[in-house]
């Protein structure tokens, strides 16, 4: 049988509608498949200063929250909860997991704050879920996790000038990375001791200006400076009370060592006992060190006072007056 010209044309425009339906069919599949599961993104370079703050953000297709767990040292294999990493989450149970409400566009964003997470700088691993399950029972679109470092802080520091007097001036400036609200300064020297905080700008920055009331008080030669970092709990455990080197965290607060006053430790030896106390286990705090040399009073600045004239300078004239004085009364 041989079809007409026309009968072929409409095999044909069939043909080609059959592969339009089934081409858009399987689109529309793939796009379905796609919209499954959950994502998870961080902002940044995935490498953090404990202290600092991170965004996490992503999408949930399965269900209306998004759960939150953390993997890596120290942390049970099973996941620890992403605000206490310490504390093992439980399958099944929601209030061992953070979680945050899913958007209706279905994306999804958390604000890990690390001030105080207690865990120790290395490699680890954030998952976000669509139900409240540990490691173990995650699989396949349930999988997704984005890796993170954890750094310690630290906090480099000098002062301008580098040669200080008394009675002079001067400042200290530096970089306090991971976000803390403020750093704390110390001076030290014989029979003395002052401290300051001051807050950290936006870029990690301080600047600390010790003024001349300050300086003045100084003794002279060698003091010490030391410039002190809160690090995760974001605040300074190691402090001065009264007379006392303090400790906050050990036994909810104990004086340490008498820095000022009778009997108390003087100069090189309060800087020794400041430092052994910042670096006790129990204290997250950390520290820059700056020695400082002091020199005497700065010179005032000489005033030029015109000298008066000596009366001697005037004797070889009034020697002449008196001879002129002598020739005319002779000549009388």
Known sequence: MVLSTDENKCRYRKMILVLILAGTAVLLISSVSAETGVTISVKGDQSYYLGEEIVLSGANYDSDFTYFFITGPGISPGGGKLTSPLQEVISGDTG???????????????????YNLGINPGPYAIYAVSQPKTAAQITGADNKSARVIFKKPFIP?????????????????????????????????????FTTT???????????????????????????????????????????????????????????????????????????????????????????????????????????????????????????????????????
């Open 157 to 193: 520091a000098g002062i301008t000038p580098s040669a200080i007097s008394q009675g002079q001036p001067f400042t200290v400036t530096g970089f306090a990375e991971g976000e803390p609200d403020a750093v704390q300064v110390w001076i030290i020297g014989d029979n003395y001791l």
């Open 96 to 114: 061992s997991f953070d979680r945050v409400q899913t958007k209706p566009d279905k994306t999804w964003e958390f604000i890990l704050y690390t």
């Open 198 to 332: 001051s807050p950290t700008n936006p870029n990690s920055s301080f600047t600390v200006n010790i003024t001349t009331q300050t300086s003045e008080k100084l003794p002279k030669g060698q003091c010490y400076l030391i410039v002190q970092h809160p690090m995760q709990n974001n605040q300074l455990d190691i402090i001065v009370s009264g007379d006392w080197v303090r400790n906050l965290q050990l036994n909810n607060g104990t004086n340490l060592f008498r820095a000022l006053g009778p009997g108390s430790l003087q100069g090189n030896d309060v800087k020794k006992g400041l430092i052994f106390a910042l670096n006790d286990p129990g204290v997250d705090d950390t520290y820059t060190e700056i020695p400082l040399m002091v020199n005497d009073t700065v010179p005032a600045t000489p005033v030029q006072h015109q000298t008066p004239a000596s009366p001697l300078q005037f004797v070889p004239v009034g020697a002449l007056v008196l001879i002129a004085g002598i020739v005319v009364l002779s000549r009388r």
